[in-house]
């Protein structure tokens, strides 16, 4: 009798992978994620993943376009740029929110992704449309887009550091230094010391930060 034959492994899907590469490094940083973890995780061997990432940074590559594909940008409307702009870099920051781990990853895809690129070719349009020329915008537009990405690690809202334990260890650390402080020769630092350590957040951190990008651009855009 014909024994019977072994069940067909499922194939690897590499979006699979990429899941679960991005819930790794939420949980424990992008330090954690490398090929023989995921795939202890799926059941494979190292070799199995090589066939689809060749090293781990074309895998934090694969992070960071996976991000930018979750980036809902907004259709285009009859509102002046700098709202539309605006719109699409909350939108950005809506994704990166999600995942604050991935921020570093986002600016070299931006050119190297689909995702990234409707996002510049939008960013892009937008400031040809507020009176900067070619090289201008480029120039304009990088600043600003990298500008945008660095407030996700800053964000008292989102959580860099997933320990509260460890994250309380640390404001408490800034608050004891800046204690330390004359308030004398420091008087507007030592005033301004909890919203100075993350401690007191009266308006939503993000967003201001967009407001003063917006504003730095309409500041310069021969049609403001």
């Not at 995921?38 to 996976?66: N, S």
């Not at 992704?113 to 009176?131: C, F, P």
């Not at 996700?152 to 404001?171: C, F, K, S, W």
Request: glycine share 6%.
């Amino acid at each position: 009798m014909t024994a019977p034959a072994a069940p067909a492994r499922e194939r690897l899907d590499p979006e699979k992978i990429v899941v679960s590469a991005l819930a790794i490094a939420d949980a424990e940083g992008l330090a954690a994620v490398t090929i023989r973890r995921l795939a202890q995780e799926h059941g494979v061997t190292p070799m199995a993943l090589y066939r689809h990432f060749r090293d781990k940074d074309e895998l934090l590559h694969a992070l960071g376009d996976h991000v930018l594909r979750t980036v809902a940008l907004p259709a285009p409307s009859g509102e002046p740029w700098h709202v539309q702009l605006r719109a699409i870099f909350a939108a950005l920051l809506d994704a990166l929110a999600a995942h604050p781990v991935v921020a570093p990853l986002i600016v070299p895809r931006i050119l190297a992704s689909a995702g990234g690129l409707a996002l510049a070719e939008r960013a892009l349009d937008l400031l040809a449309e507020a009176g900067f020329d070619t090289d201008r915008a480029a120039t304009v537009g990088t600043q600003a887009l990298c500008t945008v990405i660095t407030l996700i690690p800053y964000d008292p809202a989102v959580r860099t550091i997933q320990d509260d334990e460890l994250r309380e260890e640390r404001i408490r650390a800034k608050r004891a230094a800046l204690a330390t402080l004359s308030p004398r020769r420091y008087p507007r630092v030592t005033a301004a010391a909890d919203p100075l350590t993350g401690c007191v957040v009266k308006e939503n951190f993000l967003e201001l930060g967009l407001d003063l990008v917006i504003a730095g651009l309409r500041g310069l855009a021969p049609n403001p």
